[in-house]
């Protein structure tokens, strides 16, 4: 089998259908694609899976882990504690609030952020934990709201990962103080790019939707509309973090969809764990009672000591077969620009340069055939195959 052979297959191919398509062809014919009332909907409808009152759209998940921090009264002196092993993102909002990010290492099994090293880090300058449940796996969010009602600091749920995740009954992104969604184009719900952020209270929801809209009053984008122009105010030096109709339009019925792509996802994680695991490779840690998974992503970890091969070339062996593939991620401290900034070392946080050198995430999509999922069982096993034995 080669790229020749058969069509690439992409990693976290969107699972976008004629619903969707439809929508946004009816958007673009009524002549309204910026933010109105298709968003409107898509956000009432996103309260309504999450069993919440207070909830904003906005262009991504960083700008919703931005504007939560802000919101959240963090600024320059402060520190934020999280995790080493997540996209750059998650670390990048903490520094244009001013504050300083503080690592904390991860859970070697369950890859999520280790409450006991988090404790470890906490000091007078702490102001909140920032937890992100990796791969759609909920973090230990007992144990961590309870370091944050001891030492008084906020959280911050990153659930870029983790839209249909649970923990002891709460669904993720409700246990904290906010909670924060990506709907980039690789996500379990995408709008192409895109966010949402819930919020416990009505005043910080409301502060949000200020923030991402230029500091604007409420509504703003109502000016334009048939109800005739209405002048508006600005209350603070905001952003441009709005979501549009065009994108919302995609949500709407992405998000109607969730359980049964769900149980798609779920499929593909159960075949992987069947298929795979007689490889001279590490699973994913199976799901822990009382949680509920997302099965955003299925990451291995690839030994050179037990594979025979390095994770990159792995990569680039599953590449020529025509297999997209994606690393989630290279830890943190590994990055030039943070060692020089904060004087990271890789070594300080051994959990998460390990996984980060060895992991790698194999294409997980709802619009994966059972044929896709073939190619990658036969690809994935070829190669370590060829090199193990």
């Not at 409107?40 to 904003?56: L, Q, R, S, W």
């Not at 449940?133 to 870029?160: N, Q, W």
């Not at 790019?193 to 502060?207: F, P, S, W």
């Not at 025509?322 to 989630?328: A, E, K, L, N």
């Amino acid at each position: 089998m080669s790229k020749e052979d058969k069509p690439f297959l992409s990693f976290g191919a969107p699972d976008i259908q004629k619903e969707e398509i439809q929508e946004v062809i009816r958007s673009l014919e009524s002549g309204w694609i910026g933010t109105g009332g298709k968003v409107a909907t898509f956000v009432d409808a996103f309260k309504k899976y999450k069993g919440v009152e207070h909830a904003a759209a906005l262009n991504s998940c960083t700008a919703a882990l931005h504007l939560s921090l802000l919101t959240a009264g963090i600024g320059p002196g402060d520190e934020v504690i999280t995790t080493p092993m997540t996209f750059c993102a998650t670390i990048n909002t903490i520094i244009h609030c001013g504050a300083t990010p503080v690592l904390a290492d991860i859970d070697p099994v369950t890859m999520n952020i280790d409450p006991q090293r988090i404790k470890e880090k906490i000091t007078e300058h702490t102001k909140a934990i920032l937890p992100v449940h990796f791969a759609g796996r909920p973090c230990e969010m007992d144990e961590i709201i309870t370091i944050s009602l001891k030492y008084g600091l906020k959280v911050i749920e990153d659930c870029a990962h983790a839209v249909e995740t649970e923990y002891h009954g709460q669904k993720a992104g409700t246990i904290g103080d906010f909670g924060c969604f990506s709907f980039y184009v690789t996500k379990n719900i995408t709008t192409g790019e895109g966010g949402m952020v819930l919020a416990r209270t009505e005043e910080d929801i409301r502060k949000i939707q200020v923030l991402g809209l230029h500091g604007l009053s409420k509504d703003a984008w109502k000016r334009f509309s048939d109800s005739g122009f209405q002048h508006y105010s600005v209350l603070a030096p905001g952003y441009k973090y709005n979501m549009i109709d065009l994108q919302a339009a995609l949500g709407i019925h992405q998000l109607a969809r969730v359980e049964e792509s769900w149980l798609k996802r779920q499929h593909i994680w159960n075949r992987y764990n069947q298929e795979l695991g007689d490889l001279p490779v590490i699973l994913p840690a199976s799901t822990t009672p009382g949680t509920r998974h997302s099965y955003h992503l299925y990451t291995l970890l690839i030994d050179k000591n037990q594979c025979g091969l390095g994770r990159d070339e792995f990569l680039e062996q599953m590449n020529a077969l025509g297999i997209g593939t994606g690393v989630h991620y290279l830890s943190l401290p590994e990055h030039p620009f943070y060692q020089t900034a904060f004087g990271w070392r890789p070594e300080d946080y051994p959990h998460a340069q390990r996984v980060g050198q060895q992991t790698v995430s194999l294409p997980l999509s709802s619009k994966l055939t059972d044929k896709d999922i073939d190619r990658v069982v036969q690809s994935t096993r070829q190669v370590l195959r060829a090199k193990h034995g």
